[in-house]
């Protein structure tokens, strides 16, 4: 495997690990066809998402919505991408407790600090300054905007968004594909699929 990178989706998501530092990224694949030979923050968009198949760098999904990367990374995976060909970025100013782990796939943007015996599953996406304290778990594919904090033993569900500055109480259950509006407080599970908005945050029917 090619030590270079390609980052999937010309996103403001890619252009942000981009200006994280990311090193050896050699090019980018959209299938926006508009977007072929056109450079996306200094790198060149080089093909659409089937041109992985013909390359032989790792590959870093960036999508910033859990569902559409999860869209992004099954259809990948069924094209015969192996989970190995994933890259994970980590951004050289975030901060990871030696006891928390991070799986493949995933971006932890500037400023992101982890603490103690936290997991971050595969596919998840951490935007700058989020604080994810200890045994917190995000399962795979979900995402923190800017400024999410979680308290101690917080569960994020597969494919989860929670958006910027949201809070959520320790112990606390967030359930998969569930949406949190921006600086909602969490103080309660907040069921799989429903968005949640406010302080104290509660179900926003109209919205679902
Ligand atoms: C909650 C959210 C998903 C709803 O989006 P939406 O479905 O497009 O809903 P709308 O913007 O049409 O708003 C619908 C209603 O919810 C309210 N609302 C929207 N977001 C809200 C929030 N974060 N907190 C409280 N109320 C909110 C609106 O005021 C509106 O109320 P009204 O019907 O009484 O006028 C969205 O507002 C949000 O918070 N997204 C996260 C954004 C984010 O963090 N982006 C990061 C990008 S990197």
Redesign the pocket.
């Known amino acids: 495997m090619s030590a270079g990178l390609l980052l999937v989706g010309a996103s403001?998501?890619a252009r942000e690990v981009l200006a994280a530092c990311a090193v050896g990224v050699v090019g980018i694949l959209d299938d926006d066809a508009a977007l072929l030979g056109t450079s996306v923050g200094g790198v060149p968009v080089i093909g659409g998402i089937e041109a992985a198949l013909q390359r032989e760098e790792r590959l870093l999904v960036c999508v910033?919505l859990s569902r559409g990367r999860r869209d992004v990374v099954r259809r990948l995976r069924g094209l015969g991408v192996a989970d190995a060909r994933f890259a994970t970025f980590i951004a050289p100013s975030a901060s990871i407790g030696a006891t928390s782990s991070v799986s493949r796939g995933s971006i932890l943007l500037d400023g992101v600090v982890v603490t103690a015996d936290a997991r971050i599953g595969e596919h998840v996406v951490v935007?700058p300054n989020c604080t994810i304290t200890h045994d917190d778990v995000l399962e795979d594919f979900a995402t923190l905007?800017?400024g999410v904090a979680l308290g101690g033993g917080v569960t994020v569900g597969e494919a989860a968004?929670?958006?910027?500055?949201?809070s959520v109480r320790q112990r606390v259950m967030v359930g998969a594909g569930a949406?949190?509006?921006?600086?909602?407080a969490v103080l309660r599970e907040v069921p799989p699929g429903e968005?949640?908005?406010?302080?104290p945050a509660r179900a926003?029917e109209?919205?679902a």
């Open positions: 403001g998501l910033g935007m905007a800017a968004y929670l958006g910027m500055n949201a949406t949190v509006g921006m600086a909602a968005t949640w908005v406010g302080v926003a109209v919205l």
